[in-house]
Nanobody, 125 residues
Framework: QVQLVETGGGLVQAGASLRLSCAAS????????MGWFRRAPGKEREFVSA????????KYADSVKGRFAVSRESGRNTMYLQMNSLKPEDSAVYYC??????????????????WGQGTQVTVSS
């Protein structure tokens, strides 16, 4: 089973940028499609972005499209989420996840087999 650890969260002002990292260990992420999710206080966990096993196909929630970019780097066994033009409504705990069955990116939470512990992102207005 792959283990995932997110880093890169923090407190920023609206309009700023952050880059989240999801470092994997135990197995290479080359055999997983990967995703990012988030959960804000009092809300359900929601899909943010996902990337195919090959890294060539990506998927985004409408709320982040054009502002966020997902990528993966096999050599570092790491996935990234570049977040630009952050808004207060982006504040949440961000989680990365791995889906060992899929080739393509998916927004379906139950498809994912492994999850990280999360990293807090807070955007002030």
């Amino acid at each position: 089973q792959v283990q995932l650890v997110e880093t890169g969260g923090g407190l920023v002002q609206a309009g700023a940028s952050l880059r989240l990292s999801c470092a994997a260990s135990g197995r290479t992420i080359d055999t997983y499609a990967m995703g990012w999710f988030r959960r804000a206080p009092g809300k359900e966990r929601e899909f943010v972005s996902a990337i195919s096993r090959s890294g060539t196909i990506t998927k985004y929630a409408d709320s982040v499209k054009g502002r966020f970019a997902v990528s993966r780097e096999s050599g570092r066994n790491t996935m990234y989420l570049q977040m630009n033009s952050l808004k207060p409504e982006d504040s949440a705990v961000y989680y990365c996840a791995a889906d060992r069955q899929a080739l393509l990116p998916t927004s379906t939470t139950r498809r994912y087999d492994a999850w990280g512990q999360g990293t807090q992102v807070t955007v002030s207005s």
